[in-house]
């Protein structure tokens, strides 16, 4: 929790309050000595929670009522004592923070005469108030940031929304695809931002069970993430751009893994709240384990893909396209890097070497949400549509001369046999190109015509330098 007037950003002012409101029930003459304690305290960390917790009770049911005791570990120690008389037992505490960091509040029922106090049933409320709201302290920066992505999601999809209707007939299925993944992205964080937005003001538990609204955003997001690995793979197969459609094989072992994947994402979300900031505490589960395996095959299926594609177009002098592929693979570059540094900085903050602070603790949750953006806006720029986005999807690329041939220098584009034939064809036709000399035959070249106006088009070499598709 944040301590009262020492809120986060945005919110510095306010109360911080614990207020407990509990009344007991199926009391009987025998319980008459009983007392209902609730217990608030401060800890430094979980871990000093832990060590302490097995001599709390003890320290609750002491018969020192002047002096509030403490363990080591414990500050800010306040103790309310309400016997059980007449039959009936009810508590209304309030505890106000001072303190940011771990506040715990226990109840316990305590006896002197017998050790089966513990079967005294109550009910009751627990209100947790921090100066921003009713959101535990570890999610409140996910108010601003899911607001933040959303809007970054909202200009990718304007962006390319624009370009899209602008080279509206040089449209390939593939555009639609990264739109539709630009739209789950805005869709999931605001449904994301909605979530967090209602609990704080409505006081909804994060778990269990979870709120409509978070269910919403866990089924949304998982499928946003599903999509975006779905639609990066395939490019990576080269569909679109080098092949007009992929093998039976691929197709069936693409739709097995990212089914895979959405479902145990949502499983793993579910059963650990990995956006709750439950996971903190909480140990891997089977979800996670098959979540951990679906990304290890996507990566490793990407980056095996992506490096025979690569080397496919460079040998095939493919430079228009081979620069597209470059720049995704040094975004992907970049995306392993940056996790690489998070998964340092989250094992380092789980062996101790640093704890979070209370207002920057969120930042644990944002790392996935954040390479999910980059990966998604890395696609959108460099598979953007252009005015030659369908020529230039399934064209072959001849160079201008000998010269040409040996350096990797872009010339003009061919149509490609890519869009017309069988997978069993590809390979050979994408290889064919080598086995016939320049000096061996002779082009004629004449503009194309516009299959609806009949006119003659030109197509000019420097139109294929142009970034996107």
Same mark, same amino acid.
């Given at each position: 929790?944040?301590?009262?007037?020492?809120?986060?950003?945005?919110?510095?002012?306010? &109360?911080?309050?614990?207020? /407990? &409101?509990? @009344?007991?029930?199926?009391?009987?003459?025998?319980?008459?000595?009983?007392?209902?304690?609730?217990?608030?305290?401060?800890?430094?960390?979980?871990?000093?929670?832990?060590?302490? @917790?097995?001599?709390?009770?003890?320290?609750?049911?002491?018969? &020192?009522? @002047?002096?509030?005791?403490?363990?080591?570990?414990?500050?800010?120690?306040?103790?309310?004592?309400?016997?059980?008389?007449?039959?009936?037992?009810?508590?209304?505490?309030? =505890?106000?923070?001072?303190?940011?960091?771990?506040?715990?509040?226990?109840?316990?029922?305590?006896?002197?005469?017998?050790?089966?106090?513990?079967?005294?049933?109550?009910? %009751?409320?627990?209100? /947790?108030?921090?100066?921003?709201?009713?959101?535990?302290?570890?999610?409140?920066?996910?108010?601003?940031?899911?607001?933040?992505?959303?809007?970054?999601?909202?200009?990718?999809? %304007?962006?390319?929304?624009?370009?899209?209707?602008?080279?509206?007939?040089?449209? +390939?299925?593939?555009?639609?695809?990264?739109?539709?993944?630009?739209?789950?992205?805005?869709?999931?964080?605001?449904?994301?931002?909605?979530?967090?937005?209602?609990?704080?003001?409505?006081?909804?538990?994060?778990?269990?069970? =979870?709120?409509?609204?978070?269910?919403?955003?866990?089924?949304?997001?998982?499928?946003?993430?599903?999509?975006?690995?779905?639609?990066?793979?395939?490019?990576?197969?080269?569909?679109?751009?080098?092949?007009?459609?992929?093998?039976?094989? $691929?197709?069936?072992?693409?739709?097995?893994?990212?089914?895979? =994947?959405?479902?145990? %994402?949502?499983?793993?979300?579910?059963?650990?709240?990995?956006?709750? %900031? +439950?996971?903190?505490?909480?140990?891997?589960?089977?979800?996670?384990?098959?979540?951990?395996?679906?990304?290890?095959?996507?990566?490793?299926?990407?980056? =095996?893909?992506? $490096?025979?594609?690569?080397?496919?177009?460079?040998?095939?002098?493919?430079?228009?396209?081979?620069?597209?592929?470059? *720049?995704?693979?040094?975004?992907?570059?970049?995306?392993?890097?940056? !996790?690489?540094?998070?998964?340092?900085?989250?094992?380092?903050?789980?062996?101790?070497?640093?704890?979070? &602070?209370?207002?920057?603790?969120?930042?644990?949750?944002?790392?996935?949400?954040?390479?999910?953006?980059?990966?998604?806006?890395?696609?959108?720029? /460099?598979?953007?549509?252009?005015?030659?986005?369908?020529?230039?999807?399934?064209?072959?690329?001849?160079?201008?001369?000998?010269?040409?041939?040996?350096?990797?220098?872009?010339?003009?584009?061919?149509?490609?046999? !890519?869009?017309?034939?069988?997978?069993? @064809?590809?390979?050979?036709?994408?290889?064919? *190109?080598?086995?016939?000399?320049?000096? #061996?035959? #002779? /082009?004629?070249?004449?503009?194309?015509?516009?299959?609806?106006?009949?006119?003659?088009?030109?197509?000019?070499?420097?139109?294929?330098?142009?970034?996107?598709?």
């Amino acid at each position: 929790m944040f301590a009262s007037n020492r809120g986060p950003i945005f919110a510095r002012q306010g &109360d911080s309050t614990i207020q /407990i &409101d509990v @009344e007991g029930g199926n009391i009987t003459q025998d319980m008459d000595d009983w007392r209902l304690v609730v217990l608030f305290y401060h800890v430094d960390s979980f871990e000093t929670f832990s060590t302490i @917790e097995d001599q709390v009770e003890l320290l609750a049911c002491t018969d &020192d009522t @002047e002096h509030v005791l403490a363990l080591t570990g414990m500050s800010a120690v306040q103790k309310q004592v309400f016997p059980v008389q007449n039959e009936t037992v009810k508590a209304s505490a309030q =505890y106000i923070v001072n303190t940011s960091g771990w506040t715990n509040t226990q109840i316990f029922i305590c006896s002197d005469r017998n050790g089966a106090a513990e079967v005294l049933p109550f009910k %009751g409320t627990m209100e /947790i108030r921090n100066p921003f709201g009713l959101l535990p302290a570890v999610l409140y920066g996910m108010i601003p940031f899911s607001a933040l992505l959303t809007v970054g999601y909202l200009m990718l999809f %304007g962006f390319f929304s624009v370009l899209l209707v602008r080279h509206r007939k040089q449209v +390939i299925q593939l555009h639609y695809g990264i739109l539709l993944v630009l739209l789950m992205g805005t869709a999931a964080t605001a449904a994301w931002f909605y979530a967090f937005f209602r609990m704080n003001q409505t006081g909804e538990p994060v778990c269990c069970p =979870y709120p409509t609204t978070f269910l919403v955003a866990v089924v949304l997001d998982t499928l946003m993430r599903t999509l975006a690995r779905l639609i990066l793979i395939v490019v990576c197969l080269g569909y679109g751009i080098v092949r007009a459609h992929l093998r039976r094989g $691929e197709v069936v072992l693409v739709t097995f893994l990212s089914l895979a =994947y959405f479902v145990s %994402g949502i499983g793993d979300e579910v059963t650990r709240g990995t956006s709750s %900031g +439950i996971e903190f505490r909480e140990k891997p589960t089977a979800w996670t384990l098959v979540q951990l395996l679906c990304n290890l095959m996507f990566i490793m299926w990407i980056h =095996y893909s992506l $490096e025979q594609i690569i080397k496919q177009l460079s040998e095939q002098k493919q430079s228009a396209k081979l620069a597209m592929y470059k *720049s995704l693979a040094w975004s992907l570059a970049g995306f392993i890097v940056f !996790f690489t540094l998070l998964t340092l900085v989250a094992v380092c903050s789980r062996v101790g070497v640093f704890d979070w &602070d209370v207002e920057w603790e969120w930042m644990q949750l944002v790392a996935w949400p954040v390479l999910n953006f980059i990966v998604s806006a890395a696609m959108c720029v /460099i598979w953007r549509p252009t005015k030659n986005s369908s020529q230039f999807a399934f064209s072959m690329q001849l160079p201008m001369s000998a010269d040409d041939a040996e350096d990797g220098a872009t010339g003009i584009e061919m149509p490609s046999p !890519f869009a017309h034939t069988s997978d069993s @064809e590809d390979e050979e036709i994408f290889n064919a *190109s080598d086995m016939v000399s320049r000096d #061996e035959i #002779e /082009i004629e070249l004449s503009p194309a015509k516009d299959m609806k106006t009949g006119k003659k088009t030109v197509h000019h070499a420097d139109d294929d330098d142009e970034e996107g598709l």
